[in-house]
């Protein structure tokens, strides 16, 4: 079993422009939640899908998407980079109550 | 809205020496889980608290939970410069919810 994978592992972006991450859950979870970090922070909850919809979303603006695939895996989109957008972003899968955590995308917008 | 408290947040500590790292919350919930973070890494599963009362145990670390006063302890014992790292709370409200984090309290084990 690969667990949670990410890719990329790094990216580097200008402000402006536009950026997608992904994400592949572990065999059986059904549930992906994404999470920004911010240097320094405790992860922060951007939304969740399950069944290929969004079923929660944190305090996060409309630039930032999402979507499932029917393979349960997932992709966040950023639109209109800012700066502060700089962050390890965080894929977690799940079922229950097990919540496991990827490698994470490490972005950096310049 | 659910909140998390960490205390503290900085924890400088001598090897050999024993230490509790504090986690509070702000309603009743389901689980409650530690993980641990290195510089640049993601997170690390350590325990999964499940009810009250709760004691789980893994090396020099050991998590308990209790629900009735909304508090989880990570105990240190003996630390040692490779528990160096950031540890972090979370709680879950309900199955299929978010993770809602502490803050993180950054410890530093020195020889």
Redesign the interface.
Known sequence: DAGVTQSPTHLIKTRGQQVTLRCSPKSGHDTVSWYQQALGQGPQFIFQYYEEEERQRGNFPDRFSGHQFPNYSSELNVNALLLGDSALYLCASSMFYEQYFGPGTRLTVT | ELKVEQNPLFLSMQEGKNYTIYCNYSTTS??L?W?RQDP????E?LF?L?SNGAVKQEGRLMASLDTKARLSTLHITAAVHDLSATY?C?V?KT??????????TQLTVNP
């Not at chain 2, 993770?99 to 993180?104: A, H, I, K, Q, Y």
């Open positions: 389901d689980r889980y993980y640049g890494k993601s997170l599963s999964v499940l972090f979370a879950l199955s299929g919810s978010r993770l809602t984090f502490g803050e993180g």
